[in-house]
């Protein structure tokens, strides 16, 4: 059985290597755990001894009242050392859960930004919490009872070995048929498994779309019946799990009927050895009794053995993610209150390999304290280009540089600190409005309330109850989204990096407001390289440097002044956005 559990990868030994820290713990609950086994077998020692007295004729009353007492102190003293080891082997569980996900958080945030686009935060949740969480399941509860599962009956048929062995082969027989037979009937079980952790992550991911689109699910009159891709997850992941119980079904079955028949093996044979002459009566009795207990040992192997299964499965995930290279670091660190330049040199990138470029040969160079605009149509790279800035992913060829060291030499976390990222979707805790804009520093109430005016949030906030004490979230404020943007840009401001980001920043901005914030940006932007992504045009017509992207190239770079002189594609796209009603108000 321990071999057949170990054909996975990242089967028992995996989960061992990952509680390596708690080894004394676990072995200390597996010890006790097989020391309250060996007092189990007390009673029926208790009961073996008074027949033997009733058979012989000398039942006493002291006699009596000391087999009573024996079981009474051995049944106490297995409560007491069950409750230990349960202790030992729980303590252990949670901190080795504690430790693997804080080791895999930690392994997580050491990858290119990327992969959190690329996989679907359900995906990530299963891994981080369902998968890990067998791993306390199975260390809490199922390590204490395979100590007892294959130490006991090995003790026990020792014993009967020694007592009678044509009676302990016999027993031998129900425990072959009750445990070999099921494990070959459940050759499909581990492929199930590992299809069944893949359809969870589906199902959860899946769901967690379906919540996020419950205003649009709900607008279209939609249900989870209607939501085709839910409906189509949930069925999969249904009729695996049918799949699994129909499979696991029938060896089950035959493990109990046999293991629990066991009798019907040592009763017969036994009685017919008694009769010859062959066995004492006291031997008799006593392999009577010890077939009542030895197969339960056998029954928990069979339920280990798919607990196992299943938990290789959740493993299988986390080893994949452990597999993944975090982001290379490199050395070389810029001070963060410098003014730096951007430098494109010839960068081009793929999302996947073989597919069409996303961005093919940019060549830019942005200068220090300089505002640079990013314009094009949707799809035009103009977002990938920014975010290979801060190594959302690495480029495909070429090299990005700020300051003159390329990004890849810089250290991951002084590039963290040059740059600030303010995007269309905003992330927000569930957290005060202070610690929401304080983010990631260690920023005075006074400093927050400036940055909180430069964004023109300032008045909202005050306006507000508990003011910037107040919770935002489901259980706090709800923000609207021009709201959350304006959050976001405070948190920017105040974080103070040489080098910012703005894509679609203002897009939910209202008139009034916007004018207001794209006034305090240009003060409080000063000496810091800016680039600005909008399809807004009139926002950026004051940029030092606008550049066109087309079908992942650049076109055109230059002033708003140069780029309409020169009557290209950015002078054509002015003229369709000056038609707009925005367009001949900004005009």
């Known amino acids: 059985v321990l071999f057949i559990m170990e054909q996975k990868r990242t089967g028992l030994s995996y989960v061992f290597t990952l509680a390596r820290e708690e ?143 044509g009676m302990a082969l016999v027993m031998l027989i129900a425990a072959i048929l009750g445990i070999a037979v099921p494990m070959m009937l459940m050759g499909k079980y581990p492929d199930m498994t590992a299809e069944f952790a893949e359809d969870n992550e589906n199902l959860n991911a899946s769901a967690n779309e379906f919540i996020t689109a419950m205003p649009v699910i709900k607008m279209y009159h939609l249900t989870a019946e209607k939501f085709e891709q839910y409906r189509n997850v949930l069925h999969l992941y249904t009729s695996c799990w049918k799949k699994m119980c129909i499979s696991s079904c029938y060896p089950l079955s035959i493990a109990l009927v046999v293991l629990d028949s066991a009798i019907l093996f040592t009763l017969p044979v036994g ?82 390999e073989g597919e069409k470029e996303a961005l093919t040969s940019i060549n830019l160079h942005m200068e220090p304290g300089s505002i640079n605009a990013f314009v094009g149509p949707s799809g035009a790279g103009k977002t990938t280009a920014v975010q290979l800035l801060g190594r959302y992913w690495d480029t495909t060829a070429g090299t990005i540089k700020i300051g003159g060291v390329p990004i890849t030499d810089l250290k991951t976390e002084n590039l963290m600190d040059l740059t600030a990222f303010v995007f269309q979707d905003v992330f927000l805790l569930e957290d005060t409005l202070l610690e929401n804009i304080r983010m990631g520093t260690d ?46 840009i405070a948190r920017a401001i105040l974080k103070d990096a040489p080098v910012v980001v703005f894509d679609e920043a203002t897009s939910y901005s209202d008139i009034e407001n916007e004018h207001k914030i794209q006034i305090a940006l240009q003060n409080l932007l000063k000496g810091k390289t800016t680039i600005m992504i909008a399809h807004r045009l009139h926002t950026i017509r004051n940029a030092d440097q606008i550049v066109v992207f087309q079908d992942g190239m650049t076109t055109e770079q230059g002033t708003h002044k140069e780029l309409l002189d020169k009557g290209g594609v950015y002078s054509q796209m002015w003229d369709v956005y000056a038609q707009t009603t925005v367009g001949k108000e900004a005009v």
């Open 443 to 488: 920023a005075t109430e006074e400093q927050v309330r400036n940055a909180a005016q430069a964004a023109q949030i300032d008045d909202f906030i005050m306006s507000l109850p508990h003011g910037y004490a107040t919770r935002i979230g489901d259980e706090g404020v709800k923000l609207s989204g021009g709201q959350q943007q304006r959050i976001s």
């Open 23 to 165: 080894f004394g713990k676990l072995g200390m609950g597996m010890f006790l755990a097989v020391l309250c086994s060996a007092l189990s077998f007390v009673p029926y020692l208790v009961v073996y001894r008074i027949l033997l007295l009733i058979i012989e004729n000398e039942v006493t009353f002291g006699a009596m009242v000391m087999w009573a007492c024996i079981g009474i102190v051995a049944a106490i003293f297995q409560a007491l050392l069950m409750s230990i080891a349960g202790i030992c082997s729980h303590v252990a569980a949670f901190n080795t859960m504690h430790r693997i996900k804080v080791r895999v958080l930690k392994h997580m945030s050491g990858f290119n930004l990327g992969f959190f686009q690329e996989h679907a935060p359900g995906q990530i949740k299963t891994t981080l919490f369902d998968d890990v969480d067998r791993i306390e399941q199975f260390l809490a509860h199922s390590t204490l009872e395979l100590a007892q599962a294959v130490v006991v009956p090995l003790m026990m048929f020792v014993f009967m070995l020694r007592l009678d062995w």
């Open 271 to 352: 009685g017919w050895l008694f009769l010859r002459g062959s066995l004492p009566i006291a031997s008799y009795l006593l392999f009577i009794l010890l077939t009542m207990c030895f197969f339960a040992s056998f029954l928990n192997m069979v339920t280990i053995f798919m607990q196992s299964v299943e938990l290789g499965s959740g493993l299988d995930n986390i080893q994949k993610i452990m597999d993944i290279e975090e982001m290379g670091s490199g050395s070389a660190v810029l001070p963060k209150d410098g003014c730096y330049s951007i430098d494109y040199e010839n960068v081009s990138f793929h999302y996947v």
